[in-house]
């Protein structure tokens, strides 16, 4: 008889060929650099040096050709350096979202659940007694039957109002959110790089709520001296600019924003790393770098509480330690009623994600 033959097993590899190994690599410089084609792709040449990444078979040449005709580089016909295509711009938000909400698993495309139940979009599992006004569709007629023999039996079946069994349907909320990233120089100072988290972040939300949540929407605001909007298609291009910290322009063009929102659900995420230290008076700009500034911050305070009474929650996501601007932050969410983590760098994409899925589970009246 022959049995099992057993033999060392050797890999051959992930399956990937070389270049999908090195799209991987490219797409992580992009976001290092700030789509910076040029620069990524000098990067990549520096690794290939160290790690050999490339072999006598496929070189980088082959790479950049392979970029152009796939469709994810172009050259700018004005300068005629490579830039990215909308198609990399949107590679590098899935592969954002795959990095920060890897364990996210599929379902349909829709709003968030609420605890309401009635006349919905989506079936509820529980069923319960016909009443007036209920439609013909939501009736579950094999559990009616069913009903209708135990309440009657076999052999005189009848249905009667009563035996009819219905199917709820879950409203679901939709929700209007503004995340506001802090562009400030402090987020690249001490030697820490904490803007390519933040528009890691940014991105996979992006690519979140228009693939699963297509009725949601979703706004980007960045903050220095002024705040602006950015659309999804810039977020790799975010750079931090010489500003200061300009809190409460952020807040009043998030406010702005989210009042033209017909949603009844509106929040309001914040990225930031340090202290408001600017204010826009008129046509000047007051600033002050060396602690907390109370004409800043009573800005800030007034704007938490009439986010409240508009019931906008404000959620911050602190990336610095400092014990006085926590305790900043935490006087500000106390005054919106709102939350605050105080995150590390590696822990931000999952934070927010986790705030935003809860978030959309209860309806703001």
């Known amino acids: 008889m022959i049995g099992n033959r057993f033999f060392r097993y050797t890999p051959e590899g992930d399956g990937r060929s070389k270049f999908e190994q090195m ?49 994810y580089i172009k050259d700018d016909p004005q300068t005629n350096n490579p830039i990215l295509t909308g198609k990399s711009e949107q590679t590098i938000r899935k592969k954002s979202l795959e990095e920060i909400f890897g364990k996210i698993k599929k379902s349909k495309q829709g709003d968030h659940n609420t605890f309401r139940s009635g006349v919905g979009d989506e079936p509820s599992p529980d069923l319960r007694q016909f009443e007036f006004g209920d439609l013909l569709e939501q009736i579950d007629f094999t559990e009616s039957i069913r009903q209708a023999q135990i309440n009657h039996g076999v052999d005189s079946f009848s249905m009667q109002e009563s035996d009819l069994q219905i199917h709820d349907t879950d409203f679901k909320g939709q929700t209007s959110t503004v995340l506001m990233i802090d562009i400030s120089h402090s987020m690249i100072l001490y030697g820490e790089d904490r803007i390519t988290p933040a528009k890691k972040v940014a991105m996979a939300l992006s690519e979140l709520i228009t693939t699963r949540y297509p009725k949601d929407t979703l706004d980007i605001v960045v903050f220095g001296n002024d705040a602006w909007t950015v659309e999804m298609k810039d977020l790799p291009y975010l750079q931090v600019g010489p500003y200061h910290t300009n809190t409460v322009a952020g807040l009043e063009l998030a406010m702005e924003i989210l009042r033209k929102r ?39 305070f007034n704007l938490a509480a009439q986010c409240k009474k508009l019931k906008i929650p404000i959620t911050t996501f602190m990336i610095a330690s400092d014990p006085y601007l926590q305790q900043f932050v935490e006087e500000f969410t106390e005054t919106n009623n709102g939350k605050a983590f105080f995150s590390s760098l590696d822990n931000l994409g999952e934070f927010i994600f986790r705030d935003f899925e809860k978030g959309k589970r209860k309806i703001l009246r």
């Not at 991987?24 to 990444?53: C, H, P, R």
């Not at 078979?57 to 082959?62: A, I, K, R, T």
């Open 262 to 300: 017909k949603n009844s659900n509106k929040q309001i995420f914040m990225i930031t790393d340090g202290k408001p230290t600017c204010l826009k008076i008129g046509g000047r700009y007051y600033k002050n770098s060396f602690g907390l500034d109370r004409k800043v911050t009573s800005r800030c």
């Open 23 to 71: 799209l991987e690599i490219f797409m992580q410089m992009l976001n290092y650099t700030s789509g910076d084609v040029t620069e990524a792709l000098q990067w990549l040449n520096q690794l290939d040096k160290q790690y050999k990444i490339t072999d006598k078979d496929y070189g980088m040449g082959d790479f950049i050709e392979n970029l152009k005709n796939q469709g």
